[in-house]
């Protein structure tokens, strides 16, 4: 099949609807900053809810010492140990495992779930060796990475407010998952003792500060997407006459919520309709990994309905939901053959479309690219959006001098079209001279001694 002038119609109607030139990205930028705001002044009814997390003490690279990190955050978890050696040792030894969780505990009760999590940690600490010591007297820390929304309430104490992606076990939402966490461990008769309960974000800004006293920002783009940073304690008026105003604290900004000005299209609009969260999560709708290939595919589905690229009807697989994902799009966009042959296979094999043409072909890589300029350019320009705020709340100390912003999340890592586009968008958004003392890198640590380092930079035996 071959396109029609009704196709390159709907191509350039959606890359238009799709476009992020520098006055839309100025905008967002500016919004997430303003809305930043809000969200620091007071709880509920703002788009970004800026939670507190009760970290203000990120590792300095002195920590040493023998600490444990459990990451639980979608099908799998991970356990890991870690010998730290301070500042000239840094990190001398460090083992982890990865546990798929059975699809039964993502259904059942609390208890199961936190028992086989203990069960498995339990079995992975009788195996530490002789590499690792643990100085006598003292019981084994844990840095706890929950990736599910938590009302924090201290570094060592949150509450889940509920599960999601695709987890509903029942009897924890309103608990302590620490507590839960622990009670699991007495009855598997485990001794350790959680020192930081911390989001993914957190866990990755920890990390990148290990190595990098000049990490202020950490950002996730991997199925979902998120972003914290170093926020001043004089700046969150909502904690004032709760805790101390001097120092900082780490603020998980939840920005997946943030929602005005985005140029959105009538294909985002649907997706989003579809949704289990309709509403909800938007800019995470437009930027993130669950969603580029499904927006492609709605894009190409319309293709089929009403043009003629793929043959005035639509396969079943087209209509499919999901079926294209992201690793599609960027398979597409590498693709170096004059033919374009790997895409051909892809719009076969993913999408039931054969016999595509040259033409065709040229057109769903336009699609694919309009789509990912979005994403990276709205990414970069979140980005920017947090580096003004705290410029501006710090006389010009952020664009002055070097700034780290570390990034993680298998989008950011496996798509390059995508993390050009960040870059472009942050140069043309603050100039070249002053993005030079910006630095978007992906971050070291990826899986997650970053929560382990927390246990260490807040050890109850410091
Ligand atoms: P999660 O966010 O679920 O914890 P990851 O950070 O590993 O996990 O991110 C997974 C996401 O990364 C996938 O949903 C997918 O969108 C994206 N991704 C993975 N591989 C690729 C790839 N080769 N090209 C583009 N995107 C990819």
Known sequence: ?????????????????????????????????????????????????????????????????????????????????????????????????????????????????????????????????????????????????????????????????????????????????????????????????????????????????????????????GTGTNACYVERMDCIPKLQGHLPANGDMIINTEWGAFHDSLPLTEFDKALDAASINPGEQILEKTISGMYLGEVARRVFLKMAESGAMFGGSAPDKLSTPFVLRTPHLCAMQQDQSSDLKLVGKILSDTLGVDDSSLGIREMAIDICDAIVKRGGRLAGAGIVGILQKMDADSKGTIFRKRTVVAMDGGLYENYPHYRKYIKEAVIGLLGSEISKNVVIEHSKDGSGIGAALLAAANSKYA
């Open 1 to 221: 099949s071959s396109a029609s002038r009704k196709d390159h119609a709907i191509v350039k109607e959606f890359r238009e609807g799709c476009a992020a030139p520098l006055p839309v990205l100025r905008r967002v930028a500016e919004g997430i900053a303003a809305d930043m705001r809000k969200g620091l002044n007071s709880d509920g009814g703002h788009s970004l809810p800026m939670i507190p997390t009760f970290v203000n003490t990120l590792p300095s690279g002195n920590e040493e010492g023998l600490f444990y990190a459990l990451d639980l955050g979608g099908t799998n978890f991970r356990v890991l140990r870690v010998q730290l050696g301070g500042k000239d040792g840094r990190v001398i030894d460090t083992e982890f495992e990865q546990v798929a969780i059975p699809q039964d505990l993502m259904f059942g009760t609390s208890e199961e779930l936190f028992d086989f999590i203990a069960s498995r940690l339990g079995t992975f600490v009788q195996k530490e060796s002789g590499k690792f010591h643990l100085p006598s007297g003292r019981l084994r820390e844990i840095g706890f990475t929950f990736s599910f929304p938590v009302k924090q309430t201290s570094i060592d104490s949150g509450i889940l407010i509920k599960w999601t992606k695709g987890f509903a076990v029942s009897g924890t939402a309103g608990k302590d998952v620490v507590s839960c966490l622990n009670q699991a461990m007495d009855r598997q008769g485990l001794d350790m003792r959680v020192s930081a309960l911390v989001n993914d974000t957190v866990g990755t800004l920890a990390g990148a500060r290990y190595w990098d006293d000049d990490a202020m920002v950490a950002v996730i783009l």
